[in-house]
């Protein structure tokens, strides 16, 4: 059974604070990715790394951060937590072939007071 | 830039009625379009994947058809339960691209 697993299902953090979501993937995928998901504005893309090293702004980078050291770990950081970033935060892995299916973690509900 | 549109909103049916989801994209070059399922409160689940190429897709009770020359992607839900209650969600990915482009998704209620 394939996986990509978030390191926490609900996290609360202060204004300010350092935070750090991780996402693991099973699937020796090369591309990762990072959304956020508001009511009303759907899944928008904040990065995406197609490799190890390497990444790609999204559509809403600013005030966030990623790293991938190795394959199978793509991390998004708040360098300096607000409150617009209470969120829904939601990885994702998908092979460089074009035709197969994109995988979802569970997803991290962030609350930022 | 591709825009992905899914009407309705939002879908409330009684237990056993069949029906159809849609979703529309402006740009018709893509390779693909997935259907995604959602619960409260968590993440997405890869319901079908229907290539450029096909016409159709199925699995179980749920199928999905591509019309590229139109834009058009629909997913039929057949004898529909109280367990099929989620949002429903579309995404395409781009010719010549990495990302997928998402739908804001259909919300749909079955009751008893």
């Known amino acids: 059974d394939v996986k990509v697993t978030q390191s926490s299902r609900y996290l609360v953090k202060r204004t300010g604070e350092k935070v750090f979501l991780e996402c693991v993937q099973d699937m020796d995928h090369e591309n990762m990715f990072w959304y956020r998901q508001d009511p009303g504005l759907g899944l928008r893309l904040i990065y995406f790394?197609?490799?190890?090293?390497?990444?790609e702004k999204g559509d809403i980078p600013e005030g966030y951060s990623v790293s991938r050291e190795k394959k199978e770990r793509f991390s998004l950081i708040l360098e300096s937590a607000s409150t617009n970033q209470t969120s829904m935060y939601l990885c994702a892995s998908r092979p460089w072939t074009e035709n197969t299916e994109a995988f979802f973690g569970q997803g991290t509900r962030l609350t930022v007071v | 830039k591709q825009e992905v549109t899914q009407i309705p909103a939002a879908l409330s049916v009684p237990e056993g009625e069949n029906l159809v989801l849609n979703c529309s994209f402006t740009d018709s070059a893509i390779y693909n379009l997935q259907w995604f399922r959602q619960d409260p409160g968590k993440g997405l689940t890869s319901l079908l994947l229907?290539?450029?190429?096909?016409r159709e897709q199925t699995s179980g009770r749920l199928n999905a058809s591509l019309d590229k020359s139109s834009g058009r992607s629909t997913l039929y839900i057949a004898a529909s339960q109280p367990g099929d209650s989620a949002t429903y969600l579309c995404?395409?990915?781009?010719?010549?691209?990495?990302?997928?482009?998402f739908g804001t998704g259909t919300q749909l209620k079955v009751e008893l």
């Open positions: 229907i290539q450029s190429s096909q």
């Open positions: 790394s197609y490799d190890v090293k390497m990444k």
């Open positions: 995404a395409v990915l781009k010719r010549g691209g990495n990302k997928l482009t």
